[in-house]
C-alpha cells in the first residue's frame, strides 16, 4: 500500500492549490485517515478557519480515504 507522504505529494503535484493548504495525511489505521492543516496559511480577516479552506480540506480528507480504501481492497 502507498504511504501517506506519497500520497500527500500526488495530490501536490496533481492539483497545485493544495500545496497553500500545507495539509499532512497524518494517520490512515485501515478505516478512517486523519488530516491535519495549520491554522496560519487557512485564516480569514477574523483569524478563524477560513471557509474555502476547510471545504477544500473536507473534500481532500473524503477523496484520499476513498483513494486508500480502493488501494486496500485491490
Same mark, same amino acid.
Given at each position: 500500500?502507498?504511504? %501517506? =507522504?506519497? $500520497? =500527500?505529494?500526488?495530490? !501536490?503535484?496533481?492539483? &497545485? %492549490? @493544495? !500545496?497553500? /493548504?500545507?495539509?499532512? /495525511?497524518?494517520?490512515?489505521?485501515?478505516?478512517? /485517515?486523519?488530516?491535519?492543516? &495549520? $491554522? *496560519? &496559511?487557512?485564516?480569514?480577516?477574523?483569524? @478563524?478557519?477560513? *471557509?474555502?479552506?476547510?471545504?477544500? $480540506?473536507?473534500? %481532500?480528507?473524503?477523496?484520499? %480515504?476513498? @483513494? /486508500? $480504501?480502493? !488501494?486496500? *481492497?485491490?
Amino acid at each position: 500500500m502507498m504511504d %501517506l =507522504a506519497t $500520497l =500527500a505529494e500526488q495530490v !501536490r503535484d496533481a492539483i &497545485p %492549490l @493544495t !500545496r497553500h /493548504l500545507d495539509f499532512q /495525511l497524518e494517520t490512515f489505521d485501515g478505516q478512517s /485517515l486523519t488530516l491535519t492543516a &495549520p $491554522l *496560519a &496559511p487557512n485564516h480569514n480577516d477574523k483569524g @478563524t478557519f477560513f *471557509a474555502g479552506s476547510q471545504s477544500a $480540506l473536507l473534500t %481532500l480528507a473524503g477523496w484520499s %480515504l476513498t @483513494t /486508500l $480504501l480502493a !488501494r486496500q *481492497a485491490g
